[in-house]
């Protein structure tokens, strides 16, 4: 018997890539996994239940997060890999925008958070992992706001961390780089595209088609 046995992990945005792959592999090691996506895919990795979640509506999480509970009695890892894409110049896009970016990528992981935080303290134990990215730690141009949520992962993880061990909890940060998802090809579009920005767009277009098919697997 799997020494994880009846331990139960939840994995955000778990329909492709980085989440897909945690999802499996926390299968494999023995876990009940559930996954997320906004819409519940069918075609979830193999002996992962897919769930429909959207980290931007509190009441979904609250529903998704009571609905595991209700099943297996408890929430022992959290991996928070749902999130967007954003890249363009700082000012082509709207503040609207970068709201709906900080909703996902920042705030969805805190709602997340906050609601198996209090499962994981009453069983004395659990594991919190985020998916930061490289970009939580060095800047790069045509990347500011995304950058941006992602050093907010980075600072909110590592003191969430040093709040929580108390009870026995961990909190962990992962800062891929460039990693073979569909990443290039789900981003946030510019509300509004400044000619300035065309040739250095245009550059960071071809730099993602040519560096994504030669990156890493998700599973590595």
Not at 153 to 172: K, M, P, Q, T
Request: aromatic residues 6%.
């Amino acid at each position: 018997m799997s020494a994880n046995s009846g331990k139960t992990a939840i994995v955000t945005g778990a329909s492709s890539g980085i989440g897909r792959a945690s999802a499996e592999a926390l299968a494999q090691a023995g876990f009940t996994v559930f996954g997320t996506s906004r819409r519940a895919a069918g075609n979830g990795p193999e002996g992962v239940t897919m769930l429909a979640c959207d980290v931007t509506d509190g009441d979904a999480v609250a529903a998704l997060v009571s609905t595991v509970l209700s099943r297996t009695g408890r929430i022992d890892v959290l991996v928070n890999n749902a999130g967007v894409g954003m890249l363009g110049g700082a000012e082509e896009f709207s503040i609207a925008q970068v709201q709906g970016l900080f909703d996902v990528n920042l705030f969805g992981v805190v709602r997340m958070i906050n609601a198996v935080l209090p499962s994981m303290r009453r069983h004395g134990e659990g594991r919190i992992i985020n998916i930061g990215s490289i970009l939580g730690l060095v800047p790069a141009p045509y990347s500011a706001h995304y950058s941006a949520a992602k050093h907010a992962i980075e600072g909110y993880s590592e003191s969430l961390d040093h709040e929580v061990r108390a009870f026995n909890i961990r909190v962990s940060v992962i800062e891929p780089a460039f990693v073979r998802t569909v990443f290039d090809q789900n981003g946030i579009e510019p509300d509004s595209p400044l000619q300035d920005y065309d040739r250095a767009r245009a550059s960071v277009d071809a730099l993602l088609r040519d560096v994504m098919p030669k990156a890493d697997r998700p599973e590595v």
